[in-house]
């Protein structure tokens, strides 16, 4: 399989620039003074990429034997598609790497009936499945694909940024399939770095999805869920003396109405 690999450096400071210019002169990188995000990261790569397929892949995940070929051969048979792995983490527990898109229904689930803890809104289902998104982490589609739809919102920094891009891609008759024979581990927290809660961005992205894509009726139904989803957390929170736990909410509150 012929490939080039692009490495967009979100402004690190762990040594990955000079570890690349030693011992992969080869891989080609744009290097970013700043943390320009997921999204703005990814055009930037589709913009130089040359190949017919292009793979997003995040700086903290590792494929596992035959992964990649599965994963590309999978795509070559399902054309005019998006297609994600299987992820694990590091100790090989199963990471939920797709789900179906977050329609009001399936946000009230995450946020009152724990429904990414039931496999509800969040799985990694052992068969091939057509979903709403897959994970951002590992995201195989044409060149073509992602210009048709548009490339990554870049005033998504992190958060929704592929289920605001696969929600688009549905809209154009796209389909987005997880395939679990294509196997990788996700750390999930090198490329994020301080990670205190995803709270804030969950609040902030899901606000921003539904007033670029909803209506005002289901912008507004959707604050309703958020604002009791906050209220209840900051009371029990008070009630336990947990501060760190009101505080977040707080926060994630004023989002909701900024």
């Known amino acids: 399989m012929k490939y080039e690999i692009i490495v967009i450096d979100n402004a690190s400071h762990d040594g990955t620039v000079e570890v690349l210019n030693k011992d992969f002169p080869q891989v080609r990188k744009i290097l970013n003074k700043e943390n320009a995000g997921y999204g703005t990261a990814n055009n930037q790569g589709l913009k130089i990429a040359k190949g017919k397929y292009c793979l997003m892949l995040n700086s903290d995940i590792d494929a596992l034997n035959g992964s990649l070929e599965k994963l590309f051969a999978f795509a070559k048979e399902h054309p005019k598609s998006f297609v994600g792995g299987k992820l694990y983490n590091e100790d090989g527990s199963l990471q939920p790497s797709c789900g179906p898109m977050f329609t009001l229904w399936y946000v009230f689930l995450m946020l009152f009936a724990q429904a990414d803890e039931l496999h509800i809104t969040r799985y990694s289902p052992d068969t091939v499945k057509r979903v709403g998104w897959v994970s951002g982490a590992c995201l195989l589609g044409t060149k073509k694909a992602f210009y048709d739809v548009g490339l990554f919102d870049q005033s998504i920094f992190m958060y929704m940024d592929e289920i605001e891009f696969l929600y688009?891609?549905?809209?154009?008759d796209y389909k987005v399939w997880f395939t679990p024979d294509a196997r990788f581990i996700h750390t999930g927290a090198a490329s994020s770095g301080n990670k205190r809660s995803p709270v804030k961005n969950i609040f902030r992205g899901l606000m921003f999805?539904?007033?670029k894509h909803y209506s005002p009726v289901a912008v507004m139904l959707l604050k309703f869920m958020l604002t009791v989803k906050a209220y209840i957390v900051i009371a029990i929170g008070r009630l336990m003396k947990?501060?760190?736990?009101?505080?977040?909410y707080e926060e994630g509150l004023q989002l909701v109405y900024s």
């Open 168 to 172: 688009r891609a549905g809209k154009k």
């Open 209 to 211: 999805f539904y007033r």
């Open 242 to 248: 947990k501060q760190d736990l009101v505080q977040i």
